[in-house]
């Protein structure tokens, strides 16, 4: 096993780790003879291989008289077995590999380090290692599998600023969420990411989001009303609320009428057919689990007659009709500046100006997909987002009355029945806040709704002081850096929105990894910030939230599939305010 000694140096931007290999110093320049050595690797491995066989095939020849079908057979397999254990977990990793000199988890290759991360919360180990080991670690998944986790400032600039196009999301993973979000921005690559990207920025530009505000302080009341209704209905001042539910309904009809113009009304309708949709998607159940988890390694299981792989086609098929159904009612108006001021407007007009200056544009199959995309992207993140907020907020009630009370000296319209439902009131700029603002950073620094984001090289790089061939699989972990002591301090896994008034000079640049960075990063940001805002706005001005004991503590039952959610949900205590 490999031993090493790593000394993580942060001097500002600039890290310096010095290792003690068994294999000698880590390679600085990219290696000139990077070809041969990968040809040289399966010379090397069919050589031994034969020779182990035909040692194999004199033994057994010299002492049994058996037919020569058995000894072929018993070559073959010795052959596979010394290919699998031999080879593949031991002496690639450790003696061939170009990445055998980075630092390296220890643990046994044939398992590799699966059993942490699937039993342990999505970049948790990770953090642990990480914290051990340093910005660049190697670990394993079965068979010897090798995997990167990349965590330091030099290595997350250079995948997601410098060179994001040679670090794409693997195809297999492509595979498995396209069913559900469509082929649409978030899984386009290259040059067609870049087109499709040109096209959508106008609409998620400051004055685009400024514009659909009102959408948002709408859909925010009209939850709190819900809720009213249903406290007034059961005589109730107190009500255990399973917020994760709620907001997602929120979310979904926000998404709808601020992305494309079109009501949803998940939030009026019980039995809603896109909410039930998404619901079959995260199903939790143990086995769904597993066959999700093998599905992200063979994709052509969901081949497979299961219960699983029917709710996922029954959930596509859903989302790919009402994907149609709006835009078929929407298209031709927004191409024609009859719409509103929705996303879907902004980016077919820009479309057709693409169109017409001789550019190519997106099509209706594109459009379609973009629609499924936001339709996922933009509604369930944000839901689980608001979801932790609440959660954290519940667990620290001064934190909590401390941004009612900012909440009550900006919007106070919030606080009255009248003003808080007049439309006319639906303008204003959450963005405002300050102490709001460092509530919700801190709440997604603390739980990133996406935890990680997996990418695989498509050509030889240098990544800090280390080679990465071609077809390198690299993670990089939202739940690593964000928590990462070497950037937030010894505090880092404390929630105090109050860091943010005096961050230490080490948690600047990636430290703050929600959104993703570069041309990569999330475009919706701005639209989910300021969505966030309003909700917590509308709630908190409404409601006070306790923890429910009577349900186990959620953040020990997070669950990941794309987005970190509570699997049961997150119950909370939801008092109505005397005001
Ligand atoms: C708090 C809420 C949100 C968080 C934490 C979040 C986070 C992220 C992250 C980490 C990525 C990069 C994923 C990857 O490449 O693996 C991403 C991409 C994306 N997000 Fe968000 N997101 C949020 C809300 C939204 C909303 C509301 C929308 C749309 C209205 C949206 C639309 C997208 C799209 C389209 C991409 C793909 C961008 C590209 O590849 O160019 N997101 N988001």
Redesign the pocket.
């Known amino acids: 096993m490999a031993t090493f000694n790593v000394n993580n140096v942060n001097d500002g931007n600039i890290q310096t780790v010095s290792i003690n290999h068994r294999r000698g110093a880590p390679r600085r320049m990219v290696s000139p003879d990077r070809y041969i050595h990968r040809e040289i690797s399966v010379v090397v491995f069919i050589g031994l291989a034969l020779f182990t066989a035909g040692i194999h095939c004199f033994i057994v020849g010299a002492y049994t008289v058996h037919r020569v079908s058995r000894i072929i057979g018993a070559h073959i397999l010795f052959a596979a077995v010394f290919y699998v254990f031999g080879w593949r977990c031991y002496i690639h990793p450790y003696y061939w590999s170009e990445l055998r000199h980075i630092p390296t988890v220890p643990g046994c290759p044939i398992w590799g380090q699966f059993f942490d991360i699937i039993t342990e919360e999505c970049g948790v180990p990770q953090r642990r290692w990480h914290h051990q080991y340093g910005p660049y670690i190697r670990y394993f998944f079965p068979f010897g599998a090798e995997r990167l986790s990349i965590a330091g400032e030099e290595g997350l600039r250079h995948m997601t600023q410098r060179n994001p196009y040679n670090y794409p999301?693997p195809v297999r993973a492509k595979k498995w969420m396209e069913r559900i979000l469509g082929e649409?921005?978030?899984?386009?690559e290259g040059e067609t990411?870049a087109l499709?990207?040109k096209a959508?920025a106008p609409a998620?530009s400051g004055p685009g989001i400024r514009a659909l505000t009102p959408v948002f302080w709408e859909k925010a009341v009209l939850m709190s009303k819900v809720w009213k209704e249903s406290f007034e209905r059961q005589n109730k001042k107190v009500l255990s609320v399973e917020v994760l539910d709620w907001l997602n309904r929120c979310?979904l009809d926000i998404?709808g009428k601020a992305?494309f113009g079109y009501e949803i009304n998940s939030l009026t309708e019980r039995n809603n057919n896109v909410r039930r949709a998404y619901q079959l998607v995260f199903n939790f159940s143990p086995s769904a689990r597993i066959q999700h988890g093998v599905q992200a390694f063979w994709p052509v299981t969901k081949h497979l007659p299961t219960q699983m792989n029917r709710d996922v086609e029954e959930a596509r098929s859903i989302i790919i009709d009402k994907a149609m159904e709006i835009l078929n009612a929407r298209l031709n108006e927004a191409e024609n500046n009859r719409g509103g001021k929705d996303?879907l407007t902004l980016i077919a007009r820009e479309n057709k100006n693409i169109k017409a200056s001789g550019e190519e544009g997106l099509s209706f199959d594109e459009m379609r997909d973009q629609v499924m995309?936001?339709l996922g992207?933009?509604?369930d993140?944000?839901a689980?987002?608001v979801t932790w907020a609440l959660h954290l907020l519940a667990q620290h009630p001064e934190v909590q009355e401390k941004l009612r009370e900012e909440i009550r000296k900006h919007f106070l319209f919030l606080f009255e029945e009248a003003t808080r439902n007049d439309p006319k009131n639906w303008y204003h700029d959450p963005h405002k806040l300050p102490y709001l603002e460092k509530v919700c950073r801190e709440s997604?620094r603390f739980i990133?709704?996406?935890p990680m984001?997996?990418r695989q090289t498509v050509t030889d790089d240098q990544i800090g002081p280390y080679f990465i061939p071609k077809g390198t699989v690299i993670y990089m972990l939202?739940n690593v850096t964000n928590r990462l002591k070497d950037f937030w301090g010894p505090t880092a896994d404390e929630f105090n929105p109050d860091r943010w008034d005096e961050l230490p000079d080490t948690a600047q640049g990636h430290a703050y990894?929600?959104?993703?960075a570069g041309?990569?990063?999330?475009?919706?940001?701005k639209?989910?910030?300021t969505?966030?805002k309003i909700l917590l706005c509308a709630l908190l001005s409404k409601y006070e939230f306790y923890p429910n004991f009577e349900w186990e503590d959620p953040e020990e039952h997070k669950m990941w599939r794309l987005v970190l959610r509570p699997l049961e949900g997150v119950h909370l205590h939801a008092k109505i305010l005397e005001n």
Do not use: N, Y
Request: hydrophobic share 45%; charged share 15%.
């Open positions: 999301k649409g921005v978030l899984l386009a990411h499709q990207r959508l998620f979310t998404i992305g996303i995309t936001f992207a933009g509604h993140t944000t689980t987002a997604l990133p709704p996406i984001t997996v939202a990894f929600t959104f993703l041309p990569r990063s999330c475009i919706g940001r639209f989910a910030e969505e966030m």
